[in-house]
């Protein structure tokens, strides 16, 4: 190259020092460059994967249904949502549902009963369970729990009765033939009823092993139709405690009324 003096002007290239400078500060940046991309890759793959989908209908409550119904004798089952629970006014508010009023009759969301003098309140093990009774009897108490599941229910009335006789066996193993099954209307509600004794085993043991049956037993149910879902009542103890109780869980039943 020439300069403005006309003399030969020599234009250096850069030298090897300098491209060793920058080759240099490219070899220490690629370790960082390598990590931020591998933590960006991390990232968007703990992201992925389906979202679900909203308002879609949960299947385990007709399982949970089931097995509270089935249970196993009264004050046994155990709490689908762990531990004892008592829950909350089905009308809202902080009292718990379960409890007398003033007059006697208990709550349940839908319908209220009254409750008979000489039985007392338990808290409901479980949240499905609206309200507990305990009945003194002569063999040992006896236990009146009242189940309600939402609209669906669990499964017919039917469906029910007969999985719950299916509990029941003689004494040499047979399947029991004594049940008594009656409907009737209650406050014009529809009312279901059976009666069965004999050999109870619910089929819930721990450990998926069978449950060793319990004899002489004896229990008085009732399923109770409304709009708002059924109402499970379920009356279990001892044969001769149960039959000592029986014409007062009538009693019970026919009081029932729309819920105030």
């Known amino acids: 190259m020439v ?87 089905p009308h809202g508010g902080d009292a718990p549902s379960g409890l007398p009023d003033a007059s006697g009759m208990i709550d349940v969301g839908g319908i209220a009963f009254k409750m008979p003098d000489a039985w007392e309140v338990q808290p409901p093990k479980s949240s499905m369970r609206r309200a507990q009774l305990s009945a003194p009897g002569s063999a040992g108490p006896a236990e009146l729990i009242v189940y309600f599941f939402g609209a669906q229910g669990a499964g017919t009335a039917e469906d029910n009765i007969e999985r719950w006789i299916g509990q029941f066996s003689n004494a040499d193993g047979s399947p029991a033939s004594n049940a008594k099954k009656s409907s009737s209307k209650v406050s014009g509600f529809e009312v279901t009823k059976v009666e069965v004794a004999g050999d109870y085993a619910s089929g819930m043991a721990a450990a998926g092993q069978p449950e060793a049956p319990q004899g002489g037993q004896r229990m008085l149910a009732a399923i109770v139709n409304t709009s708002g879902g059924p109402y499970y009542f379920k009356f279990l103890g001892p044969n001769a405690s149960v039959t000592e109780h029986s014409a007062t869980f009538d009693e019970l039943i026919a009081s029932i009324t729309s819920s105030p």
């Open 3 to 89: 300069n403005d003096y006309g003399q030969l002007r020599i234009q250096r290239a850069p030298s090897d020092l300098s491209c060793s400078n920058s080759a240099m500060m490219v070899i220490r940046s690629f370790p960082l460059f390598v990590m931020t991309l591998a933590l960006l890759l991390a990232t968007g793959c703990e992201n992925k994967g389906p979202t679900p989908k909203e308002g879609t209908a949960s299947t385990g409550a007709a399982a949970v249904a089931t097995a509270e119904t089935g249970g196993a004798h009264p004050g046994a089952a155990q709490d689908p949502h762990g531990g004892t629970a008592t829950p909350q006014s």
